[in-house]
């Protein structure tokens, strides 16, 4: 299957450079290109491509605000694009904005052609890819918060806690794997369950916490203190979790 991907930086040296880049790989065709924000959300809702590769700095709409009009109000039937944000700028605020707007993935403009080809593959089959810097610094963020919820716990205090008693204890667990940032093939394996299986219960999860993808559903079981030192206890030294 070719996925089909648009384009939007406001230099159009760099748009050039990703077409090059993106349309050499047979699974891979740059469908258009856009300048700004604005211009990227009409083009998507036009071309309809699997991804939206969206930098962050550009004039009038910035890509973050982009990315929130795309993902908010998608006009087709269907799901809209993944998008993957692209950025010069290895900033938290940027990182945190733009995973809040919707973007399934965070990665930095001198990452390797090979790394921006396999992070349009994980995005569009609807995973989390982040830049291994943004990885270390949200782990390292989020391994500091108190211990919080775990199957079978005591209702949690936060907003955010609260938010996750609409899961099963099942989903509660695919959910920790998650936000320990296991695909859907790692988590499949660590809990004895087929690849189509995890799948299916990731899209349960996100319809029932109304949200748009498996990074905002990482986002708020940290909020919810899912990753806590208790949490952790109950994995073994590979992050599965330990079973009975």
């Known amino acids: 299957m070719t996925i089909r991907v648009l384009l939007a930086d406001d230099q159009e040296m760099v748009r050039d450079a990703l077409r090059a880049v993106i349309d050499r790989r047979p699974d891979f065709e740059v469908v258009g290109a856009a300048a700004d924000g604005a211009e990227a ?28 009009r795309l993902l908010a109000d998608w006009p087709h039937p ?35 052609p090979d790394q921006l080809a396999h992070a349009l593959r994980v995005v ?43 899961l099963t204890a099942r989903e509660l667990e695919v959910l920790l794997l998650v936000a320990r940032g296991r695909s859907n093939l790692q988590i499949a394996e660590d809990l004895g369950l087929s690849q189509p299986t995890v ?12 949200l748009d993808n498996r990074v905002q ?4 079981a940290h909020e919810a203190g899912l990753l806590g030192p208790a949490a952790a206890r109950t994995h073994d030294a590979d992050g599965a979790p330990d079973r009975p």
């Open 41 to 68: 959300v009409a083009r998507a809702r036009e071309l309809r491509p699997d991804v939206v590769v969206m930098d962050v700095r550009m004039p009038g709409t910035n890509g973050i605000e982009a990315t929130r």
């Open 124 to 166: 569009a089959d609807g995973e989390a890819m982040l830049a291994p810097s943004v990885t270390q610094r949200l782990i390292g963020a989020f391994t500091a918060l108190p211990a919080g919820l775990l199957p079978g716990a005591p209702a949690p205090s936060t907003a955010a806690g609260r938010r996750l008693d609409a």
């Open 217 to 220: 559903a990482a986002l708020l």
């Open 78 to 112: 269907g799901p809209p694009p993944r998008v993957l944000v692209l950025t010069t700028f290895d900033l938290d605020a940027y990182v945190h904005a733009a995973l809040r707007a919707g973007a399934c993935g965070f990665l930095l403009k001198n990452s390797p």
């Open 199 to 210: 799948k299916s219960r990731v899209n349960r999860i996100l319809t029932r916490l109304g």
